[in-house]
């Protein structure tokens, strides 16, 4: 691979006041390192050579201010682009550059900005426009930029949104405790003093007709009510439905 350091000489070489002209060098890849150890150098131009892509570490390059990437074979920036924050002029002219990162949003001093010849996504050239002079590279800086703030705010959204998902499916496939049983004391309590006092009914009944007792006036009218109920019962049909449930159990 063809560098700037291999072919043209030592970088400090070619740098004038705090600009870097590395047009014309035939380069397919831009020295970082080199580059990175310029930091005065805020102006860079890899104008017209061979680059199809920029490594990642590129974007450590937060001392840029006007960097000039045209006429190169470009089709795509690192996902980290949004790094290079004190970029205001970028011209990305004549390259092969379909979308831009998300990141992209994260520019907010860019002021300039040219995107025409390349084989842009249909909205994102829509949103471009030309760059024919210095008010429309303007706007078209300033339109790209609130473009990819709604798709990076939109893209936040889908994320927040798959999340949820996410949560609600691991929180729904987890076995659910069955639900507490509600007065569950309060109906045992019921049931005991229903028992007692069946019991208790029992017992005065059994006491009126063995013992001395049944010749008072309350048991005999507790024998009287017991006779006529028995009868009663024996004549309606339930008694017998009653009493085969009870043999075949």
């Known amino acids: 691979m063809t560098k700037a350091g291999s072919k043209g000489g030592n970088l400090r070489d070619k740098l004038d006041g705090n600009e870097l002209d590395l047009s014309l060098s035939d380069l397919n890849e831009v020295p970082v390192k080199e580059l990175a150890a310029l930091p005065k150098a805020t102006i860079l131009d890899l104008s017209c050579n061979k680059l199809t892509t920029l490594p990642?570490?590129?974007c450590g390059l937060t001392h840029?201010?006007?960097?000039?990437?045209?006429?190169?074979?470009?089709q795509q920036l690192p996902a980290d682009f949004g790094r290079l924050v004190n970029?205001?002029?970028l011209d990305l002219l004549n390259n092969k550059l379909v979308t831009l990162p998300v990141s992209f949003a994260q520019l907010k001093n860019l002021k300039w900005l040219d995107l025409k010849d390349n084989p842009l996504d249909p909205v994102l050239a829509k949103v471009a426009g030309d760059c024919l002079d210095e008010?429309?590279?303007k706007q078209c800086a300033n339109k790209v930029l609130q473009h990819m703030k709604a798709v990076q705010?939109?893209?936040e959204r889908e994320r927040q949104r798959r999340l949820e998902v996410e949560r609600e499916s691991k929180s729904g496939s987890r076995p659910r405790k069955p639900p507490p049983r509600k007065h569950t004391r309060s109906w045992a309590v019921l049931k005991l003093l229903l028992l007692l006092?069946?019991?208790?009914v029992a017992g005065g009944l059994v006491a009126c007709r063995v013992t001395e007792l049944q010749q008072q006036p309350l048991c005999t009218s507790v024998n009287t009510i017991y006779d006529?109920?028995?009868q009663g019962l024996r004549r309606h049909e339930i008694l017998q439905w009653v009493l085969q449930t009870d043999s075949q159990q």
């Open 153 to 155: 705010a939109d893209q």
């Open 228 to 230: 006529n109920a028995v």
């Open 64 to 74: 840029l201010v006007k960097l000039d990437l045209s006429k190169n074979k470009l």
């Open 135 to 137: 008010k429309q590279c």
């Open 56 to 58: 990642s570490d590129f």
């Open 87 to 89: 970029l205001q002029h």
């Open 197 to 200: 006092l069946l019991f208790g």
